[in-house]
């Protein structure tokens, strides 16, 4: 068992859509969760993150954990043709030195 | 402007050949890593680096070697003994130490080709 699992997709939508991205994990320890977006042949950029359970907003963007089942998700509201790429999930914590243990990836288009 | 910068941008390697792959960083970061993409399998951990002169194995580190002999710079190699080194290759760093939330940011990234 891969210690974070995600769907890879590929997962396409309408514009204006609600999107759902969601990551598995095994490792208990694991203390922050972070979102990273890929753009197509470019390096990952930090979407957001947050510490422990509970939810976290940022615009259009909406983080959520449940440490007690072991679930995140990234929820894009009002999806826009921009929001395309790839999403990576990241927990982290429980070292000290921020490796971050990467999912697979989930392969987003939004069309007009 | 502060950031990561990888070079070259694509990479073509002959049979046998090893070929050295740049990443240089002028956030002030203690920590340096280096991740190999491939299509559906995310990112998997190359090696990384906490301080100056010290460096770590991650998860696939056989037919790769590292240096990081100045704070800003972490080469990597792709020696010949890595048998299939096709793959998009993203260096990362991050500010290091204990009790940091460790945000990681990245390179644009080096694809390389095998000819």
């Known amino acids: 068992q891969k210690e974070v699992e995600q769907d890879p997709g590929p997962l396409s939508v309408p514009e204006g859509a609600i999107v759902s991205l969601n990551c598995t994990y095994s490792n208990s320890a694991f203390q922050y969760f972070m979102w990273y977006r890929q753009y197509s042949r470019k390096g990952p950029e930090l979407l957001m993150y947050t510490y422990s359970s509970g939810n976290k907003e940022d615009g259009r963007f909406t983080a959520q954990v449940d440490k007690s089942s072991k679930y995140i998700s990234l929820f894009i509201r009002d999806s826009q043709p921009s929001d395309s790429a790839t999403y990576l999930c990241a927990p982290a914590g429980g070292t000290s030195y921020g490796k971050l243990t990467f999912g697979q990836g989930t392969i987003l288009t939004v069309h007009p | 402007d502060g950031g990561i910068t990888q070079s070259p941008k694509y990479l073509f390697r002959k049979e046998g050949q090893n070929v050295t792959l740049s990443c240089e960083q002028n956030?002030?970061?203690?920590?340096m890593y280096w991740y190999r993409q491939d299509p559906g399998q995310g990112l998997r951990l190359i090696y990384y680096s906490q301080i100056v002169n010290d460096f770590q194995k991650g998860d696939i580190a056989e037919g790769y070697s590292v240096s990081r002999e100045k704070k800003e710079s972490f080469p990597l190699t792709v020696t010949s003994a890595q048998k299939n080194p096709t793959a998009f290759y993203l260096c990362?760093?991050?500010?290091?130490?204990?009790?940091?939330?460790?945000?990681?940011?990245f390179g644009p990234g080096t694809r390389l080709l095998v000819l």
């Open positions: 956030l002030n970061h203690d920590a």
């Open positions: 990362a760093s991050s500010i290091g130490g204990q009790g940091n939330l460790q945000t990681q940011y």
